[in-house]
């Protein structure tokens, strides 16, 4: 395999390749792909509810569906509603009985390099003991779970023994503080929470359990805390509150048949970042959700479940986790990698060393860990043999042309057509994706609408569809099996926030987009104030409200700035108390006290000094004339600011700072 390039060679190999306009799929992977010609799509067109019924059948059901789609109540759809059946089953019972119990479900690796193989038949044991722990504690139908773990083999047994047993769960990512989990817990009004020791990370431990006890003491409606030992680290456990999860699991019985559910009973509630402080908890039902992302993850993977080795390299606390770590890819009987760690632990070629080595065929990641490899160099992903890839995909933000080019060469040897995938926490399944064996694709755009699916592209005043190649709203206009049902407890939000703009039928995105001559989609970013650092969305002002938590802040305004390697990174205005000055030890405080409150990832980039910040006469900051000047733009229009002498104040000290830096 000589795969060896200088980095000359392949500057000049990427700008030739900078040339193509489009990559048509290749031949090789169209004779094998289960769908190869473009009459999938026509088909869908026909009759899409239709379409998404045939989808539905595919899933093994206690009761199969006969209805596909009740719109009689929108915003509030409800898909399959006379079917019965539960995701636990179809995730695991169904391969089991179907005599596929010995397929490794998931090659797991930790980060020190331990490696345990779990197959499908591992884990329907799992999850049936500790769905009857569950239930010795008290936990039933209805009750909310939390779960807060890394990524151990143990989290995919609690969402699953969550679902057996219709509680639905509420994962929390465990880059997450503390206070994140309280709050997600209160809110959702967890009963019981199931978490870990201590977490590893690039060989440190955090003390999980420890840091979970200083915020929850207070939190009476969760009765039980379930704790995973994984690193021995030290931790209290409370009598008759917390309970050990070995300890339980040894006492609890070994079959706990999967309740038969509604296919409308709530699956989980997964909280995510909007416009204001307040986390949204979107709430993905079952029989709508497991049809998109099983029908989803078959078709644009190519999955032939009995051959490939699937890899999605995403924490499962976020929907990507959720929809394509473990529903998804287990409802279809998929063997998976599971990776405990890093990217860059022990070695920064570790995830090329974990596709050699487990044969991995099919690779899901985001832009941003692509970025941070092309930075790391080429010779960590050259080391190793990567001959069995026969497809990438990206998700999570916008891919930049030059390094979905990098993928395609570098990784993909190019051979490996790429699935650019958009969707949301929302839309709980991919939404606009090319299909690899039929559609050919252009760098940096998610080419088309999955089959079923309606999107478009309108104006912002009246929501008229807009003409090939000018900006505007991306919006979907028919509901999708695996839409979000509403917000957790909160249905008014939910209406105001997707289907207010242009109607209860339209659902309203949040991102730019636009469409190109040929009918392609290039997605250009949010359009509200959510930003989306290394592909983890945050809210602008969950942000500022933690900043100015600090005793020594007065004000705080928090915009997202474009950032070659995390795609956007935070920048933060602040004005502080009184006389106070600015010093790096103080934006190195506000830094830490933000990754406390909220969770490290979250942590301001920059920190810009303010005297004042830009507001209209009404008080209303302007974000936007902070983007211009954080990122160097000519100031648009300032006579509406109450004081404009702000900005030229602003000017002066962006000016220094850079020239401090050079
Ligand atoms: O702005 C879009 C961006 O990520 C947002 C959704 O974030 P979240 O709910 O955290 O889900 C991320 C994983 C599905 C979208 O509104 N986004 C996601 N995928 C893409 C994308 N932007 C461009 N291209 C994508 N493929």
């Not at 559910?261 to 995510?272: G, S």
């Not at 049809?291 to 009995?306: I, K, M, Q």
């Amino acid at each position: 395999m000589a795969r060896m390039e200088t980095s000359s060679n392949l500057e000049a190999e990427l700008d030739r390749l900078l040339e193509i306009e489009r990559f048509d799929p290749p031949e090789e992977f169209r004779e094998h792909a289960l769908l190869a010609d473009r009459s999938v799509y026509e088909e869908a067109e026909r009759d899409w509810q239709g379409w998404w019924l045939s989808q539905a059948k595919e899933l093994s059901w206690f009761k199969e569906p006969t209805e596909t789609l009740d719109d009689s109540d929108p915003p509030f759809y409800k898909w399959f509603a006379d079917g019965k059946l539960n995701a636990s089953h179809i995730c695991l019972d169904q391969h089991v009985e179907a005599g596929n119990g010995e397929r490794v479900a998931f090659h797991w690796r930790g980060e020190e390099g331990e490696e345990r193989d779990l197959t499908y038949a591992d884990l329907h044991r799992d999850v049936q003991r500790f769905a009857n722990a569950l239930k010795e504690l008290g936990i039933g139908k209805g009750d909310i779970v939390g779960i807060y773990l890394p990524m151990i083999p143990e989290v995919v047994v609690a969402m699953l023994a969550c679902a057996r047993i219709g509680a639905p769960h509420n994962v929390v990512f465990g880059g997450f503080s503390a206070d994140s989990v309280r709050e997600r817990m209160e809110f959702s009004e967890a009963k019981a929470l199931i978490t870990v020791d201590g977490a590893r990370r690039k060989g440190k431990t955090a003390p999980i359990k420890q840091q979970v006890d200083s915020v929850m003491a207070d939190l009476d409606t969760i009765e039980h805390i379930i704790v995973v030992k994984h690193t021995d680290a030290e931790c209290e456990m409370k009598d008759g509150r917390d309970v050990w999860y070995h300890e339980v699991m040894e006492k609890a019985d070994t079959e706990c048949p999967a309740e038969e559910l509604d296919a409308e009973h709530p699956l989980y509630v997964l909280y995510t970042s909007g416009s204001t402080g307040k986390p949204k908890g979107v709430l993905h039902t079952t029989g709508g959700y497991l049809t998109g992302v099983a029908s989803t993850h078959r078709y644009v993977f190519d999955l032939h479940p009995d051959e490939d080795v699937y890899w999605c390299s995403a924490d499962v606390g976020w929907v990507t986790g959720h929809s394509y770590i473990v529903y998804g890819p287990m409802a279809n009987g998929a063997t998976s990698v599971m990776f405990e760690g890093a990217p860059d632990y022990p070695h920064k070629g570790i995830w090329w060393e974990l596709c050699e080595r487990y044969g991995v065929t099919i690779f899901y990641t985001a832009p941003t860990a692509i970025r941070a490899c092309i930075k790391w160099g080429t010779e960590h992903v050259e080391k190793f043999n990567l001959d069995k890839l026969r497809l990438l995909g990206t998700v999570g933000e916008p891919i930049n042309p030059k390094a979905w080019l990098w993928y395609h060469k570098v990784v993909g040897g190019e051979r490996c057509p790429i699935v650019d995938t958009w969707w949301q926490t929302e839309t709980g399944q991919i939404m606009i994706t090319p299909l690899p064996g039929i559609v050919s694709t252009k760098p940096g755009s998610a080419t088309f609408p999955y089959p079923g699916i309606a999107a478009t592209v309108v104006d912002e005043r009246e929501g008229k569809e807009l003409e090939p190649g000018e900006p505007g709203l991306l919006v979907l206009t028919r509901p999708w099996p695996a839409m979000l049902r509403t917000l957790y407890r909160e249905d008014e939000r939910f209406i105001e926030q997707y289907f207010s703009k242009f109607g209860k039928e339209t659902y309203l995105v949040g991102d730019g987009a636009r469409k190109d001559e040929d009918g392609y989609f290039w997605i250009i970013g949010r359009i509200d104030d959510v930003v989306n650092v290394s592909g983890h969305r945050l809210s602008t002002a969950e942000v500022e409200s933690a900043i100015v938590s600090h005793q020594k802040v007065a004000e705080a305004a928090v915009i997202g700035q474009s950032d070659e390697d995390t795609g956007q990174a935070i920048c933060a205005f602040v004005t502080l108390e009184g006389d106070l000055e600015g010093t790096s030890e103080l934006e190195q405080e506000i830094r830490d006290h933000v990754g406390s409150r909220i969770g490290k990832f979250t942590r301001p980039k920059r920190i810009i000094w303010a005297d004042d910040l830009p507001k209209t006469r009404s008080g209303k900051i302007m974000r936007r004339l902070l983007r211009d000047i954080a990122e160097g733009r000519a100031l648009g229009d300032v006579t509406t600011l109450r004081d404009p002498d702000v900005m030229s104040q602003l000017e002066d000290k962006i000016k220094a700072e850079q020239a401090e830096d050079d």
